[in-house]
């Protein structure tokens, strides 16, 4: 069959299953948008590349399919960057599309050209230029099984735009996909397995510290077999939210820089740390010479990188969570006693739970409106974040119970990403209330995807828990700087409002701690639009209780 | 801190290099030498890569090496017996009072004249790193114009694959 390399990309990703891409038209992809307009795949026009971006990563982080975004070539593809980069760090299965300019003018400056596959090259699992468009079909199909297999990440392809005018024989051929270079993990050493049951066993302290690999290997299930067989206590990293439900009696919530003190102290007093789909991040370890003093540490990973780039470790097993977990669990037996280690523990949520301080006039605290939030919804949401206080707020007042409910930049700290996300969220699971726990400041670094919401119908809830400050940066300055709150007062800013209204969102501003509630309830009623939520919140409220930078997990401020 | 050399099998393709220094470059490892060049398949590249490092360094730079879709196989061959070569252009002011001294110290080392110039000489020298120092310091005095040395390349011996 004669087809253009457009129409076979688009047969590749009906084949993949796409159902759904993210996108902004151009010069370069117009072949492509030509082949679009025919198909049966759901576009959704952004109204900037990087709310694609950003957009196919929340709806990868919803459902654990490979998030699909589309950009011209030059600053299209550019406009990208961020987005691939927040995948990047978080493991996040993303295939993108950028055009390109046709093949014999690459390399000659030509218009809206750039070295999209040059640029992205630290920051994606994988790249790929496509010169032929006999290519076309391999390359997709390459780039989808990278994306998702063994440790999950961005994959961007670059499209010239002959290659996608072309026209060729094609006829599908499900060939068999064979990369010398990358072989997807299967299995795992079950000596190692056996080694860290032995450690269980003899364990009197332990800890399970669980990570997004959790998530992405769909291990929750096995997470919580291990925990309650054993009665060993679990925290959570940002990353982990919902691997685990936060109300569980062995929960301690999150642990490291804005973690909850029981947590921190439960490892750092632990004989044993199993550590599952992590990478020891410095927001989760302090200062690594103090770390866990006397804990032996079993890592399970799919990635063998991370076996000790960061932390020694006594037990490594490299393969699938899900599988590790499994085959752990299949050789440990269940105990019933409750030791000294859950008193300590239980003493320590006595004495250390997160608190917050009163409201003053006119102002609501922040915290008070996520445990609002957390209430009306059970856990039955998805909570995505910008940035900031906002996000660390979030993570420690929401009661997560399930996983993919949590989306957030933990990796790179993306602010602009939880609206985006949000939208590709919503576009995921239309079944399930999405909110976005936004700043004043990081809502204005996507609010153009407003239009997009309210073009798809989306009813996203987006709350701004607005303080007129780059809170974070400002909390950090109180503590670190004499208080010289150097260039952090925005309160120079649009009325939220009505800038919702313009776009044709539905706008509510709420001073009053008793009117929270409400406002979030009437929000959820709302069906056929976007809500933006103006929470006047206590403009110096700080995130605590916090570990200072360089610190160890122990020498925690606030909380107490 | 030990030099280990890393034999490293790549798909001969158009940024694989880019993509080996650029995870060099970012990690912060440091490449003392790089020698590329087909193999006797000609879809797979050999990069000899030598790096400077304790164990934990060339386990992180090994591993994070595997993670390039392009890169096939990496090889540590430090610890094999191997035969090791490096080749060396040396362009050294000559005179007809110093010539027979250089040619004599050319035969020495088993090394070539490549090119004669009215007060210079090109020398052409191959072997390991040691003796391609020894034949550079030799030179010296006489006065080197332009040195041109190329990175190590490396095979282990005896029947088997590296």
Known sequence: ?560 | MKKHILSVTVENKPGVLTRVATLFRRRGYNIESLAVGETENPSISRMTIVVNGDDRIIEQVTKQLYKLVDVIKIVDISEEKRVERELVLIKVKADATVRTEIVQIVEIFRARIVDIGRDSLIIEATGDSGKIDAIEDSLRPFGIIELVRTGKIAMVRGGSRG
């Open chain 1, 1 to 560: 069959m004669k087809l253009k390399g457009a129409q076979i990309l688009l047969r590749c990703l009906e084949e993949e299953g796409v159902d759904t891409i993210f996108g902004y038209p151009g010069g370069a992809v117009l072949p492509i948008y030509d082949a679009l307009y025919d198909s049966n795949i759901r576009h959704i026009l952004v109204r900037h590349e990087q709310g694609a971006a950003h957009a196919a990563d929340g709806y990868a982080r919803a459902t654990g399919k490979v998030g699909v975004c589309i950009a011209t070539s030059g600053p299209g593809a550019t406009n990208l960057v961020t987005g691939i980069a927040t995948a990047y760090m978080d493991s996040i299965p993303l295939v993108c599309f950028t055009g390109q300019v046709a093949t014999h003018m690459i390399g000659k400056d030509a218009f809206q050209e750039a070295d999209i596959t040059g640029i992205t090259l630290p920051i994606t699992k994988h790249n790929y230029l496509i010169e032929r468009t006999e290519d076309v079909a391999r390359v997709v199909r390459e780039a989808f099984y990278i994306a998702r297999t063994n440790r999950p990440g961005p994959v961007v392809v670059d499209l010239p735009r002959d290659v996608m005018e072309n026209v060729i024989d094609y006829e599908s051929d499900k060939e068999e996909i064979c990369i010398r270079g990358y072989r997807v993990m299967k299995g795992f050493n079950s000596g190692q397995v056996i080694a860290a049951v032995d450690l269980i066993r003899k364990a009197e302290r332990p800890v399970i510290y669980a990570g997004g690999g959790v998530i992405s290997s769909d291990a929750s299930l096995e997470l919580r077999e291990l925990a309650e067989k054993r009665k060993i206590p679990v925290t959570t990293t940002l990353m982990g939210m919902g691997a685990f439900p936060s109300n569980h009696y062995l929960s301690l919530g999150m642990l490291g820089m804005h973690g909850t003190r029981y947590a921190n102290y439960a490892i750092s007093e632990s004989d044993l740390i199993i550590a599952v789909g992590v990478r020891f991040d410095d927001r989760v370890t302090g200062k690594l010479d103090d770390f866990a003093p006397h804990a032996r540490i079993i890592h399970i990973d799919i990635d063998a990188a991370e076996i000790g780039k960061n932390v020694d470790v006594d037990v490594p097993i490299v393969g699938q969570v899900k599988e590790v977990l499994a085959a752990i669990n299949q050789r440990l037996d269940s105990v019933e006693e409750y030791t000294e280690w859950h008193k300590t523990i239980d003493r320590w949520k006595d004495e250390y739970p997160l608190v917050y301080g009163a409201p003053s006039e006119e102002r609501i605290m922040p915290q008070h409106i996520i445990e609002v939030i957390s209430e009306i919804t059970q856990g039955k949401a998805i909570i995505t974040t910008e940035v900031g206080q906002n996000q660390m707020w979030a993570a420690q007042y929401y009661k997560f119970k399930y996983p993919r409910t949590f989306i957030s930049s933990g990796g790179l700290g993306t602010m602009g990403f939880g609206f985006p996300a949000a939208i590709g969220a919503k576009v995921a699971r239309p079944d399930l209330p999405v909110f976005d726990i936004a700043g004043d400041g990081s809502i204005q670094m996507n609010i153009q995807e407003l239009a997009t919401a309210v073009q798809y119908k989306l009813p996203v809830i987006i709350c701004i828990l607005n303080n007129q400050y780059l809170g974070m940066v400002r909390q950090w300055q109180g503590l670190f700087y004499k208080g010289r709150y150097a260039y952090t007062d925005v309160s120079h800013q649009p009325d939220f409002v009505r800038l919702a209204e313009a776009y044709g969102a539905v706008g509510m501003r709420i001073k009053d701690s008793s009117e929270v509630e409400k406002a979030i309830r009437e929000a959820l009623e709302i069906k056929d639009r976007p809500v933006v939520i103006d929470f006047w919140v206590e403009r110096e409220a700080d995130v605590y209780p916090m570990v200072p930078p360089g610190k160890s997990l122990i020498e925690m401020l606030g909380g107490d």
